[in-house]
Every structure is written in structure tokens, then in C-alpha cells.
């Protein structure tokens, strides 16, 4: 339920705290007193777009901050954790809109910065707000529909439906997607054959384009190779004063050192070494060179196959392995060609089924919607009636519609408001008065099955007075044992009835008007309730007045 409402430089209201309690409460005050400043206040915790003319005439900013108590309330906790914003059942929702001049604006959940979007899927959680024009919710389908199937209690019903249904829908798209491939397959296979048969009949192997890129690498420079292979060799070993030549004449004399100096035995085995390494290279050398020689042929097979590889990574992917892959791929593609035909047929008969159980559930739908239809009407007729609309008649109409995830049909509401009237759909009544006063037996009725902690009615008892107004209060007295309700009122019956009553009240200072809001205790509520019934100062004659009119309609 709604805790606090704090507002600041909201139109008239510099700076305001409003606290709600749970059950029935009012707010009531003179005309432009700045009944609508809270309003749209709350409208913005609800998600209203903002709009910079709301800030108070002289301000920078304006500050709207509401606080909800969900104790109670698990499924609006579960949502706001999938929504990414933790929130634990012990603490308070904390919600604040924040509007500036220059058109910004910024909205927090909990302190987290969030979108417009997702404060409005919450506020559809957590209030359900009836102002004055909320009767052309009436003129929706959808809400219509909503209103008997909450009635008739046929959630379940319609869970079953749209889980079906979307199964049914997910179905068909797999159906048309297959017969588009088989509108395509002879032209689908032949392309699988020919990727299989081109991949295949290129004989890869592992690591082969950089085996052949090596070799094309070393003909391509078979020439330069021999010539600077000669060139070593004949520093080396084939002249009289070559390094090796040197080396070995050189072995004779250190072999004597180490005849007469033992310890020179080490030394003498590094300088053999260097000796035999030097002839290993050398031999390495002539055997490269004995390779190093331009072959035409062997050059133009690298080129060709080199070249072929690069065109299938052109065609299938970066490199052997990839190709590979697209093979098997490929080949994956090819059987499921060949099965298309009966994985079509397997799925026209899983397709049938799922449009049977469709069929079956809509079927069920539809009687239970014809069944509760007339139980809806003779639910609305008695209190509509009571209401000041003696001759009133009342009909939920079902309409044949193409099926969809709500069922067969959609629902009309008709209503006849007066005696010779033809019974008309609701959207073409004229007046807005009984419009409301359908919409509240609506709510009336519903006030047990709807989940919406909060109801906030904006006038709607406009336009009442009398006995209507005694009935509209009772009734609102009885959606407060099950919701809290925030109602804005002028009739003194239904103020009367509210558990708390809150007065706003405009005040002039000092060439600047502001609204002032407070919790009246005991002889203040006697006073306002007085006002409302035209006494303009209060005294006892007037409270015996009040009381007097006040008994009548509370025996």
C-alpha cells in the first residue's frame, strides 16, 4: 500500500508530506485548493510523462517521492527482482520522480536510476488509478474482456490457452520454414553436393597450405639460394686457406700442447668439436644445395594447389580446419534434406494436435464466458440501480473474432441507461456520470479477485448527491477491507465514511499562494464535513445539521 507521498514545488505545493494508511481515505477540499497538484503528484510515481509546466512558478526543479509498504505483496517483489532492482519484503518501496526546467528528468526505484518503462509496468502493480475519465477504460476490448474473465474467474483457464497457443504459433513457424526449404530442396541439395564434392575431392590435410607455402617459398628462390651457398662453402672448405683447412692444421699443433700439458685436454676437445660441428654444417649445406634448383613443374603444382586452397577458405572459412567444419556442415545439411519429408510430416501431426487441444480450450473458454456473461449482468444490474439508474439494463455481448491467445470471441459490454433507450455498446453512452458509476460496481465486484494493493478514485462520485452518494460511500467502504482506497470527494457521505481524512487547503502569503495538506483530528473532520454540507462557519447548529443528514444516509 501507499505509505507517503512527498511533494515538492509541484504546482501550488512548495512542500508537502502526505501519509496514507491502510483502509478507506479522503481528501477533500475547496475548488483550485490544489486537490489536482496530488494527483498529478501520484501520477508521476505511476509514470505519467513528465511536463516541465507542473514545476511551481519560481523553481528550478520539482520533487515527487512515494514510499509503498510490500509486506504483502510477493508478486510485485518478484518483479522488481527480475527486473534488476533487489527488494526486500521487511523494507519500503521507494519510488521519486525528479523534473527541472530544462525539460530533463529522472526516475529512481529504490535508488536506482531507472526508464520510464519500467516504472510503468511496476505502477500497473501498484496502484489502480480511477479519475474522473477513468470510466473510458470501459471503451477497451481488452478491459472488457479482462472484467469477465476476472469475474468469471478463468485465469487458469487462460493460462492453459496461452501457453498452448504460443506453442501452436511456434509450431507454424517451424512448419513454414521447412516448407520453404522444401519448396528450395532439389536446388539446396545440389548445392550440398557440390561443396561435399569440391572439399572432398581437394584431399586436404593438416597444416598442408603452410608445408606447401614453405617449399614454394624455397623454389621461388633456388638460384639466390645456390649462389650463397657456394659462397660459404668456398670460405670454408673448398680453398687451401679455408676455415676447415686452417682448423684441421691447427689440430696437429694444439695435440702437442697437450702431449706436454694434460691439462690442456679440455681445451684441445672444444676446438675438436668446433671442428666437427663446422663439417656438419658444411654438410648440411651441400645437401640443400644438392635441392636448391628451379623446377618448373613442382613450382607450378605449389602454385595450382596453393591457389586451390585459397579459394576454398574464400568459400568455406579461414583456414584447413574451418573448410573441414563447412564439410561436415554440409554433410549435416544434406541428411536433414533427405529426412525433410518426413520431419514435415511429423511435425503437420504434432501441429494437429497442439491446434486440437487449442480448439478444446477455446471451446471450454467460451462456454464458461456465455455462462458468467449473464451472472456479470445480473451482478451489475441490482447496485447500478441503486445508484440512481432505476430502468438500467446491462449485457456482456460475445463477438465472434478470429482466434487468437484470448480465445474465440470478444466481449461488448451494452448497456440501456433509461427506460425507452435502446441497449447501445457502452462507448456510445453519453453520459460520463453513469458511465462511473459502472465503472465503480465494476470494481465493487471485483475487489476480491483484483491484486492491486492501491485504488485511488479521483472524483468519481462527481455529480452525485442523496441517497447515490450514501451507496457510492458504502461501496467504497467495502473495497477498503480488501484495498486501501485513496479517494478525492465533495460529498460529505462518503467523507464521512473514509477511516482518515485529509484536507487540502490553499493559503495566501505574502503575494504567493500555497496549499497546505493535513490529517484532521476529530473536531476539524467535524468542521470539514460541515463545509462540505454548505455551512460556511462552523458551530454546534451546524454540526446537529451535519449530523442529522449524516444519520440518514449511516443509520
Not at 170 to 184: R, W
Not at 283 to 310: G, W
Amino acid at each position: 500500500m501507499l505509505q507517503h507521498l512527498y511533494i515538492e514545488n509541484v504546482i501550488l505545493i512548495e512542500e508537502a508530506t502526505i501519509d496514507f494508511s491502510q483502509g478507506f481515505n479522503v481528501l477533500t477540499g475547496e475548488s483550485g485548493a490544489g486537490k489536482s497538484a496530488v494527483l498529478q503528484a501520484l501520477e508521476l510515481i505511476l509514470g505519467r510523462r513528465a511536463d516541465a509546466h507542473l514545476i511551481r512558478k519560481g523553481s528550478q526543479h520539482a520533487v515527487v517521492e512515494a514510499s509503498f509498504d510490500l509486506s504483502s505483496q510477493s508478486e510485485i517483489i518478484h518483479f522488481l527482482t527480475r527486473s534488476g532492482v533487489p527488494q526486500d519484503a521487511s523494507d519500503p518501496l521507494l519510488i521519486r520522480r525528479e523534473l527541472y526546467n530544462n525539460g530533463k528528468n529522472r526516475i529512481f526505484i529504490n535508488h536506482r536510476l531507472v526508464q520510464l518503462h519500467l516504472l510503468r509496468q511496476l505502477a500497473e502493480h501498484l496502484v489502480d488509478f480511477a479519475g474522473q475519465h477513468a470510466h473510458q477504460k470501459l471503451f477497451d476490448p481488452d478491459f472488457q474482456r479482462a472484467v469477465l474473465d476476472s469475474f468469471g474467474q478463468h485465469e487458469e483457464l487462460l493460462k492453459s490457452l496461452a501457453k498452448e497457443w504460443k506453442q501452436l504459433k511456434t509450431l507454424q513457424q517451424k512448419l513454414q520454414k521447412l516448407l520453404k526449404q522444401a519448396a528450395t530442396q532439389k536446388e539446396e541439395t545440389e548445392r550440398c553436393l557440390s561443396d561435399i564434392e569440391e572439399i572432398e575431392d581437394a584431399q586436404l590435410k593438416e597444416n598442408e597450405d603452410e608445408t606447401l607455402f614453405a617449399e614454394y617459398s624455397s623454389l621461388s628462390h633456388a638460384e639466390e639460394l645456390q649462389e650463397i651457398i657456394s659462397h660459404v662453402q668456398d670460405l670454408f672448405q673448398d680453398r687451401e686457406d679455408s676455415a676447415l683447412a686452417m682448423l684441421r692444421r691447427g689440430r696437429g699443433s694444439l695435440d702437442k700442447i697437450q702431449q706436454y700439458d694434460p691439462s690442456f685436454s679440455e681445451a684441445l676437445h672444444c676446438f675438436q668439436e668446433s671442428i666437427v660441428n663446422l663439417e656438419e654444417v658444411l654438410f648440411a649445406l651441400q645437401e640443400r644445395k644438392s635441392k636448391a634448383h628451379h623446377d618448373p613443374n613442382r613450382m607450378e603444382y605449389l602454385n595450382s594447389r596453393l591457389t586451390l586452397i585459397s579459394q576454398l577458405k574464400r568459400k568455406y572459412g579461414e583456414d584447413i580446419p574451418s573448410i573441414l567444419e563447412s564439410l561436415k556442415k554440409r554433410k549435416n545439411e544434406l541428411e536433414k534434406l533427405d529426412n525433410l519429408d518426413m520431419e514435415i510430416e511429423d511435425l503437420q501431426k504434432e501441429l494437429a494436435i497442439s491446434d486440437q487441444k487449442c480448439s478444446h480450450l477455446c471451446e471450454e473458454l467460451t462456454e464458461k464466458r456465455k455462462e458468467n456473461a449473464q451472472k456479470l449482468a445480473q451482478a451489475i444490474v441490482p447496485p447500478l440501480r441503486k445508484l440512481k439508474m432505476p430502468r438500467v439494463e446491462f449485457r456482456a455481448q460475445l463477438k465472434k473474432q478470429n482466434r487468437n491467445e484470448y480465445g474465440d470471441e470478444y466481449i461488448e459490454f451494452l448497456m440501456k441507461p433509461n427506460l425507452g433507450e435502446k441497449m447501445v455498446p457502452v462507448r456510445d453512452c453519453a453520459s460520463g456520470g453513469e458511465l462511473s458509476r459502472l465503472m465503480l460496481v465494476i470494481k465493487h465486484l471485483l475487489a476480491g479477485m483484483d491484486k492491486t494493493p492501491t485504488l485511488v478514485f479521483d472524483e468519481i462520485d462527481a455529480n452525485l448527491g442523496g441517497e447515490t452518494a450514501s451507496v457510492v460511500a458504502q461501496k467504497l467502504q467495502h473495497l477498503s477491507q480488501s484495498h486501501q482506497v485513496i479517494c478525492i470527494t465533495h460529498l460529505a457521505q462518503v467523507a464521512q465514511a473514509a477511516e482518515h481524512h485529509l484536507a487540502i487547503i490553499k493559503e495566501e502569503q505574502g503575494q504567493r499562494t500555497f496549499t497546505r495538506i493535513h490529517l484532521l483530528e476529530v473536531d476539524q473532520r467535524q468542521a470539514e464535513i460541515a463545509r462540505m454540507l454548505g455551512g460556511r462557519d462552523f458551530s454546534e447548529a451546524t454540526w446537529d445539521l451535519a449530523k442529522e443528514v449524516l444519520s440518514k444516509s449511516f443509520p
